[in-house]
């Protein structure tokens, strides 16, 4: 079936580097994608979103990009921290048209490493 | 605002047991979600609630039932615990079309 997944399981930086997490979707008529952020022992935590009209969006030291033309989600983080240590997910919005995002699909995750 | 407030944090049960898992929210969301996160497998949809009174499932139903009877609170029931149960289960909800969902700090329950 379709699914959302991400290239790498494991990745570790050095702190002030910058950081590169990929993910891959399949579902061609997904509209909204959330990379989230899940640190041990609590529910994933919103980063940042991007709907499929853009191809770039850009918060506080991170920036997500679109590639609708290969299925590919990317969330650049800058100057990486310790504190960006946790587990990230991509998740794509599968809910129909006028829904919420009660339908997220999410990825497997990508647990980010940063040493000091 | 508290956000999505998930009791109990942590749950033990034994095989056939039942119980609810609580979930409410006060941001007045229509939409509400129930995943379980498992290692190696990312989180996964159980139910879902697109408003007070509306629920239809999700990728993995088997073996729970929710209901919605306020706008606030989505209860999840394990009727007969079973082993593969054991996981972390996520309550989350979400306002209007194509906005994130806020997660709560999750159950974490386990079946012997």
């Known amino acids: 079936g379709e699914s959302v997944g991400l290239h790498l399981p494991t990745l570790s930086v050095q702190e002030g580097d910058n950081s590169i997490i990929n993910c891959a979707y399949s579902?061609?008529?997904?509209?909204?994608f959330i990379w989230y952020k899940q640190e041990s022992g609590k529910g994933p935590q919103f980063i940042i979103d991007?709907?499929?009209?853009?191809d770039k969006r850009q918060g506080q030291r991170v920036t997500v990009l679109l590639n609708k033309t290969v299925k590919h989600l990317s969330l650049q983080i800058a100057a990486t921290q310790p504190g960006d240590s946790a587990v990230y997910f991509c998740a794509e919005n599968r809910a129909v048209a006028q829904g919420g995002s009660e339908k997220l699909v999410f990825g497997k995750g990508t647990k980010l490493t940063v040493n000091p | 605002n508290a956000g999505v407030t998930q009791t109990p944090k942590f749950q033990v049960l034994k095989t056939g047991q039942s119980m609810t898992l609580q979930c409410a929210q006060d941001?007045?969301?229509?939409?509400m979600s129930w995943y379980r996160q498992d290692p190696g497998m990312g989180l996964r949809l159980i139910h879902y609630?697109?408003?007070?009174?509306?629920?239809d499932q999700g990728e993995v139903p088997n073996g729970y039932n929710v209901s919605r009877s306020t706008t606030e609170d989505f209860p999840l029931r394990l009727l007969s615990a079973a082993p593969s149960q054991t996981s972390v289960y996520f309550c989350?909800?979400?306002?209007?079309?194509?906005?994130?969902?806020?997660f709560g700090n999750g159950t974490r329950l386990t079946v012997t």
């Open positions: 579902n061609s008529a997904s509209d909204y």
């Open positions: 941001m007045n969301h229509e939409y």
């Open positions: 991007i709907r499929s009209n853009m």
């Open positions: 609630s697109v408003g007070a009174g509306i629920t």
């Open positions: 989350a909800s979400s306002g209007q079309y194509n906005s994130p969902l806020h």
